[in-house]
């Protein structure tokens, strides 16, 4: 048995999920952080550096973008476009979000913008922000809410598949008592 098919049927098991909805993969930030840095490319003369994301995206996320900017020379401050949810449902408009796109069309390099809120559960209409990001040129990385797949090293895996090991065999009574 491969290491990552071992290690994803001890983690389904000790979350309570089925070996089809687990998979294992390193650091969310640091895959998006590669991601990004490969596609994020900011056009300086011709002010296209700012970064659309929403107000409220998970922390990670709002440091993977501060952190590529800075990166690229620029100021988080000036160079962060935070879409804000509305104050009394805090969902996130559609429309607001290609309207703000729309508007800053000659100033966008990257939409940041998971598929499923987090906080709400809202599935945003990702197939209307990406054609309106594309028609202005941006570039929207289109991935799952929460994860990407990755391809993790067989060392990380070793490891995971020990300690879950040692999770299975375990009984939660035993690990509380100890």
Do not use: Y
Not at 47 to 69: C, Q
Not at 90 to 99: A, G, M, R
Not at 139 to 146: F, T, V
């Amino acid at each position: 048995m491969e290491a990552e098919t071992q290690a994803a049927r001890l983690l389904a098991n000790l979350v309570g999920a089925s070996r089809s909805e687990v998979v294992m993969m390193g650091a969310l930030s640091s895959k998006l952080h590669l991601l990004l840095a490969s596609f994020f490319q900011p056009v300086k003369p011709k002010g296209r550096t700012k970064i659309l994301i929403e107000k409220g995206a998970f922390l990670s996320d709002w440091f993977v973008a501060t952190s590529l900017l800075r990166w690229h020379g620029l100021d988080p401050t000036d160079s962060v476009l935070a879409v804000e949810p509305d104050t009394e449902t805090l969902l996130l408009s559609d429309n607001t979000i290609v309207q703000t796109i729309e508007d800053n069309a000659d100033s966008i390099a990257l939409v940041l913008l998971s598929g499923v809120d987090f906080r709400t559960g809202q599935l945003l209409d990702i197939a209307r922000i990406i054609k309106a990001t594309r028609s202005m040129g941006s570039l929207l990385p289109e991935r799952p809410a929460g994860f990407m797949v990755s391809s993790p090293s067989i060392l990380d895996l070793s490891a995971a598949t020990t300690s879950l090991q040692l999770f299975n065999d375990a009984t939660t009574l035993a690990l509380c008592e100890k």
